[in-house]
């Protein structure tokens, strides 16, 4: 099997960051990869990131041979994102979260689904929603941090970022 740059990598504007409101208070679910499908994007994001880590637990002796031994501890993650800033009533009219939408989320400590997805849309103009057939990430996580800037003569920018709860997943692992 030959590599095809052209069909096996996906260009950074068709990987898309999706919510999910879990609902507040008591009243909330748990996510699961049959919301993957209701998940409605950041607007105007511009970029979007994953990252997992995990600790490193010292396993090293005398038998080491002067070496250090490690072995995985526990793992945590990070989802960001970059956006412009928008007004909300626009852009959740058209189904996307914005900042202002998460403000309240954050100050109720509500967790948030999350889905990293290819979008299904071929319109560059339209937004589908996670591609389930490509590769999809998705987990549940509490809001970090939210910022807003504008600077001069830019336009304002706003950034997200949510600390995994429980373990992320890729595809439907865990269905």
């Known amino acids: ?93 058209n189904g996307a979260y914005t900042v202002d939408d998460l403000f309240q989320h954050m100050l109720d400590g509500d967790n948030i689904g999350w889905v990293m997805a290819k979008d299904s849309s071929e319109d560059c103009n339209a937004v589908g929603g996670p591609d389930t057939g490509s590769v999809v990430y998705w987990g549940e996580a509490s809001i970090a941090s939210l910022s807003v800037t504008g600077g001069n003569n830019e336009i304002a920018s706003s950034s997200i970022s949510l600390n995994g709860s429980g373990r992320p997943h890729k595809g439907n692992d865990a269905e």
């Open 1 to 93: 099997m030959a590599w095809n740059a052209n069909k096996d990598l996906i260009l950074g504007n068709d990987l898309w960051l999706y919510l999910v409101d879990l609902g507040h208070g008591e009243s909330a679910v748990p996510m699961s990869y049959s919301l993957v499908e209701s998940a409605q994007p950041v607007a105007y994001a511009t970029s979007c990131s994953l990252e997992m880590t995990a600790d490193n637990l010292e396993a090293a002796s005398k038998m080491s041979c002067r070496w250090n031994v490690t072995r995985q501890g526990q793992g945590s993650y990070t989802v960001n994102a970059d956006a412009l800033y928008c007004l909300q009533a626009s852009a959740s009219a």
